[in-house]
């Protein structure tokens, strides 16, 4: 059994990897165009990347259709090697093998914490332009998910595909737009380019940024990743239009794109949605909180990085570490909430947070009338009640996991703020957080354990834990 799961598993993964390698196209193209001799590293990059593949593919080449436990392994050690060879083009460039697996994991993962130098110019600006578009473009592909990638453009997954999709997009409600996951997967992914398309378009014609400086900036806000081609991120351009359009797709980016679906058909119904009411009444009392917090002295600075933190976007156009503490404790506190379900956004997920306000409003309820039959209705249908226990259970791990991983880096030599603040913003795959690890700051100064741990984090945080804990589970191995 272990020695089948194993041999599929890389098997499949190599086809993954295959196609993958494709990517460095893009950036290999920005290298040859900009002359600047640094070309190689992409095509060496594809090639190993394929090489590897097509070993992995035809060397455990097996008939064996995919099952539910196979999804788990599959999409676990998917995620994990294609982080893996993302690195690559950072480890040519002269970074060192963690550091560079740091770069890639937070970008694949659209978390957007770096530990190139943002305080210097020896990290930042050391890069050129085909790797700064390489950083982006593993965010806009990690955004929408490299597995619905695959199984969008690659029907022979057939059945099985069903269980890789949702071992990469689990959620309480999955929902399909056609009963084919293959077509549910191309549609969220035309929706996605649309919306990127559009974004680099008002970005490019409207806020006059350069064209460069507009895709990157486009992939990065739809997949919520937060990386930018300047070191001071949204900031740099001091553009307020820029702002407002990034401000927008932030938004459209950290809502569920099944509602997105609805409404481009027509059906306007879909924004009466429990969770998307939700989502715009916090981010709307987080903009007041902040605007109070900070002696009404702006709204737009506000604004945007309570959308942006909310949507785990992670993009800066404040510092915001040097605000007021209860100002911080609102971000910290929508780095734990994160955006909708079904999002490109990460953390905890606002169809967990009403559903369990739902759930305390019935049992208080039935405290005052035990024998009562009430049912839990999200958006007027009644739940499961396996759907709570799913939530609850999730939601005890996840504070497990982001207590101890504190704890750790504590122990590691990190302050409190610091350790709780890189917590919440790995695993909710935010990016900037407090203390040390700010908006201004950087990853780069922390001990190697701490930057394994955080690895950890966004790899959990990106797969929403129980997909990477079942695999250490000794039992799923043992059938």
């Known amino acids: 059994m272990v020695r089948q799961r194993v041999g599929l598993t890389l098997h499949i993964t190599g086809s993954f990897l295959k196609y993958f390698a494709l990517a460095y196209i893009f950036p290999l193209c920005v290298a040859i165009y900009d002359g600047k001799g640094e070309w190689p590293i992409y095509l060496y990059s594809l090639l190993l990347t394929l090489g590897i593949g097509l070993i992995l593919e035809f060397g455990f080449k097996t008939a064996r259709e995919i099952e539910r436990p196979d999804g788990f392994t599959i999409v676990a050690f998917t995620w994990l090697l294609i982080a893996l060879f993302g690195t690559l083009p950072y480890v040519f460039l002269g970074l060192g093998f963690l550091d560079a697996f740091f770069e890639a994991m937070s970008g694949f993962t659209t978390t957007g914490a770096t530990i190139l130098n943002t305080s210097?110019?020896?990290?930042?600006?050391?890069?050129?332009?085909?790797?700064?578009?390489?950083?982006?473009?593993?965010?806009?592909?990690?955004?929408?998910?490299?597995?619905?990638?695959?199984?969008?453009?690659?029907?022979?997954?057939?059945?099985?595909?069903?269980?890789?999709?949702?071992?990469?997009?689990?959620?309480?409600?999955?929902?399909?737009?056609?009963?084919?996951?293959?077509?549910?997967?191309?549609?969220?992914?035309?929706?996605?380019?649309?919306?990127?398309?559009?974004?680099?378009?008002?970005?490019?014609?409207?806020?006059?940024?350069?064209?460069?400086?507009?895709?990157c900036i486009s992939f990065s806000t739809l997949s919520t990743g937060g990386f930018t081609p300047t070191m001071a991120s949204i900031g740099a351009y001091a553009n307020p239009l820029a702002e407002y359009i990034i401000m927008a797709f932030m938004f459209l980016a950290g809502m569920n794109f099944i509602v997105h679906y609805h409404v481009l058909r027509g059906n306007w119904r879909a924004i009466k949605d429990d969770e998307l009411r939700l989502y715009v009444i916090v981010i709307a009392a987080a903009v007041i909180l902040l605007i109070v917090a900070q002696n009404f002295s702006s709204y737009r600075q506000e604004m945007f990085q309570a959308i942006s933190i909310m949507t785990t976007t992670g993009f800066v156009t404040a510092d915001f570490g040097s605000w007021h503490s209860s100002a911080k404790m609102v971000l910290l506190a929508l780095m734990f909430i994160g955006a909708c379900g079904g999002s490109t956004g990460g953390a905890i997920k606002v169809v967990r947070v009403v559903t369990l306000i739902k759930h305390t409003g019935v049992m208080m309820r039935k405290a005052i009338f035990p024998n009562a039959v009430i049912p839990l209705k999200y958006n007027r249908k009644p739940l499961q009640e396996g759907i709570v226990r799913d939530i609850i259970s999730f939601l005890f791990l996840y504070i497990l996991v982001a207590l101890v991983a504190s704890v750790i880096l504590c122990f590691l030599g990190l302050n409190i703020e610091t350790a709780i603040s890189a917590v919440a913003a790995t695993l909710g795959n935010v990016g900037p957080g407090l203390g040390a690890v700010g908006p201004t700051l950087d990853y780069a100064w922390l001990p190697d354990a701490a930057k394994v741990i955080l690895i950890m984090c966004m790899w959990l945080g990106r797969l929403e834990l129980f997909t990477v804990f079942m695999i250490f589970s000794p039992r799923f191995w043992q059938g």
């Open 120 to 215: 210097g110019t020896e990290g930042f600006f050391a890069l050129p332009r085909s790797a700064l578009l390489w950083r982006s473009l593993t965010q806009w592909l990690g955004g929408m998910g490299v597995i619905a990638l695959f199984v969008a453009i690659l029907p022979r997954l057939g059945v099985g595909g069903s269980q890789l999709f949702d071992r990469e997009f689990p959620s309480p409600f999955p929902e399909r737009l056609r009963p084919r996951f293959s077509t549910t997967a191309r549609l969220l992914w035309t929706i996605y380019i649309g919306f990127t398309a559009a974004e680099t378009a008002l970005l490019y014609f409207g806020a006059r940024l350069p064209l460069f400086d507009s895709i």
